[in-house]
């Protein structure tokens, strides 16, 4: 099954808003001048065979805000999800899609477009666990395509498709959540800095850096986040 959802947000306003299950749009509560979307699970999914897709389109001098009600759950075969952004001059989006979690025997390929103004002010977190408590991992490939002002910031892909790179403890460290934060702006500050063995934020480019996580499980990895953003890294 095909399924599409799009946001397409103006300064103040949702101009725009189409969606049905498994991938529902909602309109939320959010700060003053910002308009917030929530993905809400109305069906189980993904499932063998589907293909979802999200767009989310900021004008600009627009803000948003995108968040979700629960985790997805990708079960029984392959799948893929593919998410589209642009976000005009300007704009802002500030996004946590929710957690994605690949059950055994499934696979997910995981498709991530992004196109931003060298004014744009973006924070895109993704957060995969590969399977759920107690049973072994599921399969996914994660595919990185941002770019700023026409020109590529990052493109990058991750292959825990395959159980020997997945396996490798050079890939995942042994770890079956992976946390990636990507954060452009002209007020980033666009360091390297090393965590702990197991999370890192890299300089893409100024005012870009990408901080990736690893961990035995989602708590732990917001454990050690929090304890880096408390000591001010």
Do not use: F, N, Y
Request: aromatic share 2%; glycine share 10%; charged share 20%.
């Amino acid at each position: 099954m095909i399924t599409s959802a799009r946001a397409e947000v103006t300064p103040g306003v949702l101009a725009e808003l189409s969606s049905r299950p498994p991938l529902t749009l909602r309109q939320v509560r959010a700060r003053p001048g910002t308009v917030g979307l929530c993905l809400v699970g109305t069906a189980a999914g993904p499932l063998d065979g589907d293909e979802l897709r999200l767009t989310v389109d900021v004008a600009d001098d627009a803000r948003a805000e995108l968040v979700a009600a629960g985790a997805s759950i990708a079960q029984g075969g392959a799948s893929r999800m593919a998410t589209s952004v642009r976000l005009g001059a300007g704009a802002r989006l500030d996004a946590d899609p929710g957690p994605l979690i690949v059950s055994a025997g499934a696979r997910v390929d995981v498709d991530l477009s992004i196109d931003v103004e060298p004014t744009s002010t973006l924070v895109w977190r993704e957060l995969v666990v590969l399977g759920r408590t107690g049973e072994p991992p599921g399969r996914a490939t994660l595919r990185w395509d941002v770019t700023r002002g026409g020109l590529p910031v990052l493109r990058q892909h991750v292959d825990l498709a395959d159980p020997a790179l997945a396996g490798w403890h050079g890939s995942t460290a042994g770890c079956r959540v992976l946390v990636s934060e990507l954060r452009i702006g002209p007020d980033v500050d666009a360091r390297t800095v090393v965590h702990s063995p197991t999370a890192v934020t890299q300089r893409l480019a100024d005012g870009a850096t990408l901080t990736t996580v690893l961990a035995a499980s989602a708590a732990a990895a917001e454990l050690l986040r929090s304890s880096w953003e408390a000591a001010g890294r």
